[in-house]
């Protein structure tokens, strides 16, 4: 009757008593008892203060198993049940209790996980953080702000969509007069290392110095002045260095197609077995010497300056594909001459056995 009467005091004034009075309170009006019974009952349970919630339940089963009247061990005792039954609700009243009055921080954050996610997912989208009613201001701001945005955004495509043709005209003329102030850029330097190379006597020892300039070109289409500064620099050795290796390259790989075919055509047909070998030391030296080119071409791909000018690797086999290719057309084409003088040679050697057997046919008898 005590214990009632002094609840419904303390839950009828639950406003007036003090934060840290609570958990004792809790304690005592759900039957607390003693520390010392509560030791006695960890011991009766063979555990320690500390435990926990597991360790409590699995030995009071084994307990049970062990103790239990209605058991088959050789060890059931009632009144030793029923001590250790009362220990065991002893306990899980002791761990009830700190538990409540002390929360670990695994239930709070479980605790505040859920209500989290309840009002993030449930209400106000997800926005804002408090009571319900600050969260609630916090959300009609967030719907301000976002429709503003909206609208910000919505007048911008609208601009841009009117000013489009506009600013692809003024991109162009940007363009354009970058380009311009470029090529003027260029022709300034151009002009001050021409100036700066006839002040140190560089063009003092050109064949055609003091003789009128030549049209190297006919074409409407070229600008005489630039096709002429163009031949002069060429002719005297002003060339880039990726034009000098691309023109290196055409030259070798032309030059080892020709050798190649004269190779082929000196060992003759047929060939015997030591103009066999000769001719696979050859093929041995022409690939190697493509192998060689083909560090060359990527040397030139480094410094060309036009993706669209890079070149392509030679392949040893499609070039000896080639060769073999040309020597044969040439065979087929030397013994088609030798036919037709063959044929011309008895043509002039029966010639005159022909007309005079027409004559004979023709004079009237």
């Keep these: 009757m005590l214990s009632y009467n002094m609840g419904h005091c303390f839950v009828g004034r639950g406003a007036m008593i003090p934060r840290k009075l609570k958990p004792f309170l809790c304690r005592m009006l759900s039957g607390y008892k003693p520390k010392n019974d509560v030791q006695d009952s960890y011991k009766i349970l ?3 203060e500390g435990c926990s919630l597991d360790d409590v339940r699995n030995s009071y089963c084994n307990l049970a198993k062990k103790y239990h009247p209605d058991s088959s061990s050789g060890m059931a005792d009632s009144g030793t049940f029923i001590r250790v039954e009362e220990a065991y609700r002893v306990v899980l009243s002791d761990l009830a209790g700190k538990q409540k009055a002390e929360p670990g921080e695994e239930e709070e954050d479980q605790f505040k996980s859920k209500s989290l996610q309840h009002r993030h997912y449930l209400s106000f989208e997800g926005v804002g953080i408090g009571t319900p009613s600050q969260r609630e201001k916090q959300y009609m701001q967030f719907r301000v702000d976002r429709a503003t945005e909206q609208v910000l955004e919505y007048r911008q495509q609208r601009l841009e969509s ?3 043709g506009s600013d692809l005209s003024r991109a162009k003329d940007v363009r354009q007069s970058k380009k311009v102030k470029i090529t003027q850029a260029v022709e300034r330097l151009v002009e001050d290392l021409i100036q700066e190379s006839m002040a140190k006597g560089d063009f003092d ?3 055609g110095k003091g003789k ?4 190297f070109s006919h074409s409407p289409h070229i600008d005489p002045m630039t096709h002429n500064l163009n031949r002069i620099l060429i002719d005297n050795g002003y060339q880039p260095e990726w034009i000098l290796l691309q023109k290196e390259i055409r030259e070798t790989i032309e030059r080892l197609r020709k050798s190649i075919v004269a190779s082929r055509r000196k060992l003759g047909e047929p060939m015997t077995l030591s103009k066999q070998k000769q001719w696979g030391r050859i093929c ?11 560090k060359r071409v990527d040397n030139f791909n480094l410094v060309v300056p036009i993706l669209s000018r890079q070149m392509v690797h030679f392949s040893t086999d499609k070039e000896m594909l080639r060769a073999r290719k040309i020597y044969e057309a040439v065979v087929e084409k030397v013994s088609d001459s030798d036919r037709k003088e063959s ?3 008895e043509g002039k050697r029966f010639g005159w ?4 057997l027409k004559w004979l046919k023709l004079t009237p008898k």
């Design 46 to 48: 063979e555990l320690e």
């Design 162 to 164: 009117r000013y489009a």
């Design 205 to 207: 020892n050109l064949s």
């Design 212 to 215: 009128p300039l030549q049209k």
């Design 284 to 294: 041995e030296q022409f690939a190697e010497d493509i192998r060689k080119l083909n």
């Design 343 to 345: 044929s011309g040679e």
């Design 353 to 356: 056995k022909s007309s005079l």
